[in-house]
């Protein structure tokens, strides 16, 4: 039996249709940086999977109603259950959005020169470590590195690198251990339970603080429930639960899996570090019962982790991915295997092997699906990781040349993700048409997001 979405669409919005000039044109205009596109010149925006998903007639009821107490209101008291619901951290703080959870956290838990240990960090979590003088190091699992294999988790720590790390010479150096679920930065895959219950067992016994960076909390448990021996009998909540159990806190963007526009949360067992992020909290963001967020978005918030949850739901997102992932794969393009939840990272570096990492297949990719089908994503390759000299020219490339395609949480239908697919294929008929690019500015930090660059025709 297939599964189905468990609620029906009942308000829409119009999306853009264009032509390929008008797109040639808004791309130049963006210096062929796809953040730089205004999103009304986007016809299938599969840019992040971030504050994109569609609200439920639930969570805009409740934000209607929502109390706007600066201290103490219902919504922050919504919040609070919906998060003591899942994670049994006695010191919860909403925040306005996932990157101030990491800078109020981090700067209650690094000093300058200790190092933060990851499966990956992703780009602003390891932007916030660095900033505070910190080194932010990822240590994700070798199979991995296999982009084809059907590993069921290869979103894992890797297990042995991190007790060497902390019984080596850096050891004294590692003030925390960070396991971002799923991996976002490694192919969105999931961290199974197993690996998070080694992490506990290695932080105790070496006393580094273990914390979760949980925006994918819910995809993660689904994943454990469906992939992950002894685990089938359990709901994902309390998967989810048992994850959130396992760690000393958590920093949570909840634009993710808390199906909601704006928000995050920060969770710690620790007191003295509580006290710590509460004082940068309320100097920073604001009142510990707000946060930085608006009543109405803690109302969506505590309303969108309860729908999050349903197995139902979950199932059917599951399905949509993989649907997708097939029609992919069929037309030619391969894919960071086994596909997960939030997004297809097309192995854009096998499909462009006419371009050497200098002109960015991943990026080459990225623009075409625009050109080509007002289709936008994001490069997660050499222009996003590798290494460059001060002129911009690239010096070490990355380990792969990937494009992410995010899918939106309940926003675009099967139909939607079949456009995509045929766009997709097209594009495989003839790979070597595609133009190959150059950075002509780039800033040190971030560069992906304020990146200039210009078109290298194919061919020339
Ligand atoms: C999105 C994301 C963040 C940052 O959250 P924002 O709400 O965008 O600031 C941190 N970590 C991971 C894994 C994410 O996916």
């Known amino acids: 039996m297939r599964t189905f979405p ?102 209650s838990v690094l000093k300058p ?19 505070l003088g910190a080194e932010a190091r990822d240590l994700p699992c070798a199979e991995f590195a296999d982009l084809d294999s059907r590993e069921p988790f290869k979103g894992n720590i890797d297990l042995a690198a991190l007790e060497q790390t902390l019984a080596g010479p850096d050891g004294e150096r590692v003030g925390q251990v960070l396991v971002t679920i799923t991996n976002n930065g490694g192919g969105g895959q999931p961290v199974s339970m197993a690996n998070l219950k080694a992490v506990r067992e290695l932080c105790d016994r070496y006393g580094v603080p273990f914390f979760l960076d949980a925006a994918r909390f819910a995809e993660n448990a689904w994943l454990v429930v469906r992939r992950e021996p002894g685990y089938g009998h359990l709901t994902p909540k309390e998967v989810a639960q048992e994850a959130f159990a396992l760690a000393d806190g958590c920093v949570a963007s909840l634009k993710k899996d808390g199906i909601a526009p704006m928000g995050a949360l920060i969770g710690v067992r620790d007191p003295e570090i509580a006290k710590r992020c509460e004082v940068n909290l309320i100097a920073t963001e604001g009142f510990r019962t707000y946060g930085g967020m608006a009543a109405h978005d803690l109302e969506r918030v505590a309303q969108g982790l309860e729908e999050v949850i349903d197995p139902h739901y979950l199932a059917s997102r599951e399905a949509d991915a993989a649907h997708f992932a097939d029609l992919v794969t069929q037309a030619g393009v391969d894919i960071v295997q086994p596909s997960g939840m939030h997004a297809l990272y097309l192995n854009a570096g096998r499909l462009l092997s006419h371009i050497p990492p200098s002109g960015f297949p991943g990026h080459a990719l990225a623009c075409e699906l625009y050109l080509a089908g007002g289709v936008r994503c994001v490069e997660l390759g050499s222009l996003y990781l590798g290494g460059f000299d001060e002129n911009h020219n690239l010096v070490t490339p990355a380990p792969f040349e990937l494009v992410r395609v995010a899918i939106p949480r309940r926003t675009y239908t099967q139909a939607h993700l079949e456009y995509v697919a045929d766009v997709l294929a097209d594009i495989a008929k003839d790979p070597s048409r595609v133009a190959s690019y150059r950075v002509v500015d780039a800033p040190p930090l971030l560069r992906h997001f304020n990146l200039k660059l210009e078109r290298i025709p194919a061919g020339a």
């Open 6 to 107: 468990p609620y029906r669409i009942q308000v829409v919005k119009e999306i853009p249709i264009t032509t390929r000039e008008q797109r040639e044109e808004a791309l130049a205009r963006a210096a062929y940086n796809t953040f730089d596109l205004p999103s009304n010149m986007v016809t299938i925006d599969l840019l992040t999977d971030s504050g994109t998903g569609a609200v439920s007639a639930a969570q805009e009821a409740a934000a209607a109603q929502a109390d706007r107490a600066y201290a103490g209101s219902d919504a922050y008291y919504r919040f609070r259950a919906a998060v003591d619901d899942l994670t049994s951290y006695p010191h919860t703080f909403p925040v306005h959005q996932g990157r101030a959870a990491e800078r109020v956290l981090f700067t």
């Open 113 to 131: 020169g200790q190092i933060s240990v990851s499966n990956t960090h992703f780009d602003t979590t390891r932007a916030n470590v660095e900033l």
